[in-house]
Each structure stands twice: as C-alpha cells, then as structure tokens.
C-alpha cells in the first residue's frame, strides 16, 4: 500500500518516512506495533506515495514479505 491509503486506513497511526533518531517510537507502517525505529526494516510493500522509499516496518512484518517474495527460508 501507499502511505496515503494507510493514512486513510490508520489516522492514529505515526509512520515516519526517515529519521536519525533511532529511537523514535512509531508505528510499523503493515500492523501498526510501535516500535523504534532503529528496530524497523525498510518494506518492499509499503511505500511514499510515489513508490520511491520503503516505509519503516517491523521485523516480524518484513519477515513475512521476505517470505512472500521467496527470500527467505
Ligand atoms: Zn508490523
């Protein structure tokens, strides 16, 4: 999805495109835990609107995509 349709989708949620502050808490932009962001990953399926930049996700969520996209075991 895109940001603007998780937007849609989550107002409540904050989902930081990039920062320095590791330890900024947001949300994992796929299920929305928080978690800090030196602990996300960057997503192949969640993206800016323009599909340039992966959003920050959770390890579990970015396991899954690995897995969907055959990359992981
Ligand atoms: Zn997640």
């Known amino acids: 999805m895109k940001l603007s349709e998780i937007m849609e989708l989550h107002p409540d949620w904050n989902i930081v495109v990039s920062t320095t502050d ?3 808490e947001l949300n994992c932009a796929s299920c929305g835990q928080k978690v800090s962001f030196g602990d ?3 997503s192949f399926e969640q993206t800016t609107d323009n ?3 992966g959003l920050p ?3 579990d969520c ?7 996209k055959g990359l992981s075991h």
């Open 62 to 68: 970015y396991n899954k995509e690995l897995k969907r």
């Open 22 to 24: 590791m330890d900024l």
């Open 51 to 53: 599909g340039f930049f």
């Open 40 to 42: 996300t990953y960057t």
């Open 57 to 59: 996700v959770c390890p």
